[in-house]
């Protein structure tokens, strides 16, 4: 237990440069409490105490802001930044070294039923306010977007956007250093490209045609 705690506390460290000690990340950090919460509601619901865990569950909402469903399976050294109106669902699997910002919703989307929510990969970073919603997966290595709405599968080591959230791939590979703000906007990227040709080409018409710049 001790040792899961000091991971906890490391990995805070590690992802938050406004983290100052291990005491403050322990007592005061909310996303920490929750996933704390979460373990001890989630010990109950496997051992069909439903009632007490839906009541650890209930009270870690009231203390966080951060809404976890006892059946939830969540990894190692999860990370959930600020942590305000984070919802996780029942069926939800989360893989290890996610992080997740606030506003976040992994969440189904009302028609299917047993498995009905996401299953996040491993290093996946997930920006405020974006929703996965559905029983799909989300790669190994993805980064989504701020606000992105996610509703079907994204292939590891992918970068999605937008609503409804599209996929770029970086070469296979995860970009580093890459944040919920810093990625790509392939729309944008296409459209820069599509200017330049457009006046090049008009360059290239002016100049057959003797056309006066």
């Known amino acids: 237990m001790f040792d899961t705690i000091r991971e906890d506390i490391a990995c805070v460290k590690q992802r938050d440069p406004a983290a100052r000690s291990s ?25 069909k ?23 939830a399976t969540i990894g190692r050294r999860l990370f959930i930044d600020h942590g305000t109106g984070v919802v996780i669902g029942e069926t939800a699997v989360i893989g290890d070294d996610v992080t997740l ?16 929510h996401p299953t996040i990969g491993n290093n996946v970073l997930i920006g405020a306010g974006a929703k996965v919603l559905g029983p799909f ?3 190994d290595n993805t980064n989504i977007a701020a ?3 996610v509703l079907n599968a994204i292939p590891p080591n ?23 703000v810093n990625i ?12 330049l040709e457009i006046e090049s080409l008009n360059k290239k018409i002016k100049s057959l045609t003797g056309e006066k710049k």
């Open 137 to 139: 997966t989300v790669g």
């Open 23 to 47: 005491l403050e990340i322990f007592f005061l950090y909310p996303g920490l409490k929750a996933i704390r919460m979460h373990r001890r509601a989630n010990f109950c619901y496997r051992h």
């Open 158 to 180: 992918s970068t999605a956007v937008g609503v409804p959230a599209r996929v770029v791939k970086q070469n296979g590979k995860r970009v580093d250093d890459l944040d919920q």
């Open 101 to 116: 910002y606030q506003g976040v919703t992994l969440g189904g989307t009302g028609h299917h039923t047993g498995k009905r």
């Open 184 to 195: 790509p906007d392939p729309i944008a990227i296409e459209l820069n490209r599509m200017q």
């Open 49 to 71: 105490m439903y009632f007490w865990a839906r009541f650890i569950s209930q009270r870690a909402v009231k203390k966080t802001g951060i809404e976890i469903h006892p059946a």
């Open 147 to 149: 606000g992105a709405v």
